[in-house]
RNA sequence: GCGGGCGUGGCGGAAUGGCAGACGCGCUGGACUUAGGAUCCAGUGGGGGCAACCUCGUGCGGGUUCAACUCCCGCCGCCCGCACCA
């Protein structure tokens, strides 16, 4: 073994081989039990970032422990490599394709990963703009399709004013795209749509599947889906065969309602002022309101304005003539598109109906008080007793809520109602470099789905990169002049493509067949290694890509396509890698680039360090020293073995640990011990960093114990220790572990090893010492014999003349022992 | 506004309700050395004491308990998500 730790030479010659001996290839089918361990594929960018370093760190560790452990591990990774930087690329430098872009930076990138020593098996790399990967996104997309879940509507969507494409709603932040952060745009638009929407109830219900994720996720995802139980009330409208149908959360406040408020957008608006002297009004208001930008029109800023339309609608449950207006504060997109105004019960309607001088009407009595309108400063929201009510007068709201409900339904004029937050998935983009939609238009037969035999549908290599609105696929004539599958006649096909949480809402399926040609996969290997044991990525993807991929999943268990209904058993959220408290962006100037750090100090030390510095869900601070010292750290291995491998090499295999009596029965409960530790750190809790430090107090424990004279140390003892050490190691760092183990007289990959397992013999101490309190305070530490009851430990301890002392003169109150912990003393 | 998380030395962070600060960084001292920004050893929360020790200490204020960083209640601060949801 070399004397100096030369990090390059090592990693070179490890990852060599084992591509070479393909270790981490992995057979489709085995006896042992099963483990997926998925990282989220990340988008081709160029370059990795210290999140990906983190994200794959994390990965590795988790499939190399649970390989050691006897599982049958998938650890498979791909690109998610449809997308809009690949096109803006294009765009920007002219010349560049965004496929050349794509490939490039897949090459430049799987060479990181492969100098990062992440056990993958490469042989099921999948990439999304692959045709024979897009070929079945399309041909799922025709599976939803088939089953009326994908559909085609004109609907006002979000439009990206840079990306100049549309975008789903949960891509929408801020009001801004979420990508690019410019303005988002309301248009009017045919758009492509899945019905997530007939999901929603079991992708809530199903939450409850989900134990193994972190409840944040959890919550997230229920209140986007935003269930809420109400009831939908008819309100015919005066001179007109029209109804608003309201939807409300409050059924028994229906008989406050003094006026109604429908969204500037909302259909009936047109109607009910087509010939009026409100018309010109409203138009010009209407117009004012869309063209605002999704910031403004959401922002919580805004005033509440209300515009009345000259219109009236009847309130079925007392026939009162109420009025109807427009407001900029009344959503389309949810309920029905209406409001109905309860100024005494809504904080909201309160002051509306102040400031436009509405009538409040007391429906809802607090208990014990008379509310009396003219004096009321705030809406009364909290529970009561109805009143104005007609035959509800008397009831308890809580009550009423059904009642009146019940009653709407016999009259046939209202009906309870379950609604959603959720909107359908927009997946339509006008964009060139995403999987397009295998849809065909004939004159004469209409929508027609591209078959399945005729799959993919290839996107051209030649087209022109303009950002004009329209997918670049539209000025393609030989992409959209087609044959109608149908009846042979011509037709034109869809120039959109599809949104890319399509290509990544599957992926983790097709790792399991990678290369199936006669389906999106094998349904034997997806039955075998599905659902994902172990999933890895940030939080921001809480909603969209799992939300979706949710949707995906239990889509295709319907279709009999996968036999489970959750995809990902656990998972895991890394947090954010920072520098100086901040995320690391360009912009700030405070990124630090993984390959500067592996090229200085080695892929194993950039690992090591990322496990080390928090826990895998909270927040990293990047610390250059703190990198140096896991540096330092695994030159400290080396140098602890260098010297001694030959040595150890000659030692016997099994150290006698029964006999072993003073530093070698230490340094053997040392090593059992930090068996247990490390095993239970990755296993149960994923604290790697706990891990790591256990870890190092070991080898802390091996400077000590070497610096023994030769005669009072066992070399079984030494060898075991260091066995140890270096199989607890490799998952964290597996290329200076390797090495080591090669050097110490081992054959076979470290990697391929079963896990250590611990001797509780040797970790059993003989004597413990136990802290003695006094009222809680530490004031005696005494060595006992391990292993005594409480009883025990109580006579031992009040027999010790210094506890004597210590209670003497005083009132012996309590005793409380805890058996091989400590023993707290009450007195007065 | 609603929901979630966090708050512990100079810093990153440890502690199934049971010795607060493991491990690492930084700092201080020592050893080795021509030299060390290498390495090894020791020390390192505040205050007090020559010392054994004493005392205070986990954002703040209460509570439960023999015992609270940990559990409960009320605040303060920071971070994240959602946000006119009818």
Known sequence: MKEKYDFQEVEKKWQGRWAAENLYVVPDFSDRPKYYCLEMFPYPSGKLHMGHVRNYSIGDVVARFKTMEGYHVLHPMGWDAFGLPAENAAIKHGGIHPADWTVDNIDNMREQLKQLGISYDWNREVATCHPEYYRWTQWLFLQLFHQGLAYKKQAAVNWCTDCATVLANEQVKDGSCERCGAPVEKRELAQWFFKITDYAERLLKDIDLLGGWPDKVK????????????????????????????????????????????????????????????????????????????????????????????????????????????????????????????????????????KYDFPIRVVIQPPGEDLDPAAMEGAYEEEGVLVNSEQFDGMPNTEAIKAITEYLEQKGWGRFRVNFRLRDWLISRQRYWGAPIPIVYCERCGTVPVPESELPVLLPREVEFRPTGQSPLAECPEFVNTVCPACGGPAKR???????????????????????????????????????????????????????????????????????????????????????????????????????????????????????????????????????????????????????????????????????????????????????????????????????????????????????????????????????????????????????????????????????????????????????????????????????????????????????????????????????KLVNIVIK
């Open 219 to 354: 919550i997230m995802q229920e209140h986007w889906i935003g269930r809420s139980e109400g009831t939908e009330i008819d309100f015919k409208v005066v001179g007109h065969d029209e109804v608003i149908t309201v939807f409300t959360t409050r059924p028994d406040t229906v008989f406050g309602v003094t006026y109604m408020v429908l969204a500037p957008e909302h259909p009936l608006v047109e109607k009910l002022v087509a010939g009026t002297d409100y018309e010109a009004e409203i138009k010009e208001f209407v117009r004012k309101v869309s063209n605002m930008s999704e910031i403004d029109r959401t922002s919580n800023e805004i005033e509440k304005i209300g515009l009345p339309t000259g219109a009236y609608c009847i309130n079925p449950v007392n026939g009162e003539k109420v009025p109807v207006l427009i407001g900029n504060y009344v959503l389309l997109e949810y309920g029905t598109g209406c409001v109905m105004g309860v100024a005494a019960h809504d904080q909201r309607d309160f002051e509306f109906a102040k």
């Open 494 to 820: 869809e120039t959109d493509t599809m949104d890319t949480f399509m290509c990544s809402s599957w992926y983790y399926f097709r790792y399991t067949s990678p290369r199936e040609t006669a389906g999106p996969w094998d349904k034997a290997k997806v039955d075998r290694w599905l659902p994902v044991d172990q999933y890895i990525g940030g939080v921001e993807h809480a909603i969209l890509h799992l939300l979706y991929s949710r949707f995906f999943t239990k889509v295709l268990y319907d279709l009999k396509l996968v036999s489970v209904q959750e995809p990902f058993t656990n998972l895991l959220t890394q947090g954010m890698v920072l520098k100086d408290g901040t995320k690391m962006s360009k912009s700030k100037g405070n990124v630090i680039s993984p390959e500067d750090i592996v090229a200085r100090y080695g892929a194993d030390t950039a690992r090591l360090f990322i496990l080390f510095a928090a826990p895998p869900e909270r927040d990293l601070e990047w610390s250059d020293q703190g990198v140096e010292g896991c540096y330092r750290f695994l030159n400290r291995v080396w140098r602890l073995v260098a010297p001694l491998a030959d040595k150890i090499k000659s030692a016997a295999d099994d150290a006698p640990r029964a006999k072993q009596v003073g530093a070698n029965r230490e340094m053997l409960r040392v090593t059992h011990g930090t068996i247990k530790k490390v095993t239970d750190d990755i296993g149960a809790r994923f604290n790697f960093n706990t891990a790591v430090s256990a870890i190092m107090e070991l080898v802390n424990a091996l400077y000590q114990y070497k610096e023994l004279p030769e005669t009072d140390r066992d070399q079984g003892v030494l060898r075991e220790a260091i066995d140890a050490l270096l199989l607890l190691l490799a998952p964290f760092a597996p290329h200076i572990t390797e090495e080591i183990w090669e050097a110490t007289g081992h054959t076979g990959s470290i990697h391929s090893q079963p896990w250590p397992v611990y001797d509780e013999l040797a970790i059993k101490e003989e004597e413990i010492t136990i802290v003695v309190q006094t009222n809680g305070k530490v004031r005696e530490r005494l060595l006992v014999p391990a292993g005594l009851s409480a009883d025990a430990l109580r006579e031992k301890v009040l027999g010790e003349p210094r506890v004597q002392q210590l209670i003497e003169g005083k009132k012996l109150v309590k005793v409380i022992p805890v058996p091989d």
